[in-house]
């Protein structure tokens, strides 16, 4: 079973993007979810989630806090993550990761570690 990520590419400082996660294999609001990225040279950082069912609690690290937003729409069995303002720094490979426990209605994680189910990814590089 597989998440699919959607919607990297090349984009100036300063511009948006929105990536989205989806699958046909299983439904995602029982799921907590969370975006990671991993930049060339650098580990895997997990840097949003979302709990499951009404995405009620999202989580952001410092460093995409305020430009990045995590949402999901359940009927369209998809979580996204909103990138504003965006800085050659967020130039990397970004996943989603999906985990299902008895605390992901009111708590997610940033992982990687104990996460269900990933995605392969898609790369987002902002440059001039």
């Known amino acids: 079973l597989q998440l699919v990520e959607s919607g990297g590419g090349l984009v100036q400082p300063g511009g948006s993007l929105r990536l989205s996660c989806s699958t046909s294999?299983?439904?995602?609001?029982?799921?907590?979810i969370t975006w990671l990225r991993q930049a060339p040279g650098k580990e895997r950082e997990g840097i949003s989630c979302?709990?499951?069912?009404?995405?009620?609690?999202?989580n952001y690290v410092d460093s995409v806090k305020g430009r990045f937003t995590i949402s999901r729409d359940n009927a369209k069995n998809t979580v996204y993550l909103q990138m504003n303002n965006l800085k050659p720094e967020d130039t990397a490979v970004y996943f989603c990761?999906?985990?299902?426990?008895?605390?992901?209605?009111?708590?997610?994680?940033?992982?990687?570690?104990?996460?269900?189910?990933w995605g392969k990814g898609t790369l987002v590089t902002v440059s001039s």
């Open positions: 294999q299983f439904a995602l609001d029982v799921y907590a």
């Open positions: 979302i709990t499951s069912g009404d995405g009620s609690t999202t």
């Open positions: 990761a999906a985990e299902n426990a008895y605390y992901t209605k009111t708590y997610c994680r940033y992982g990687p570690d104990g996460m269900d189910y």
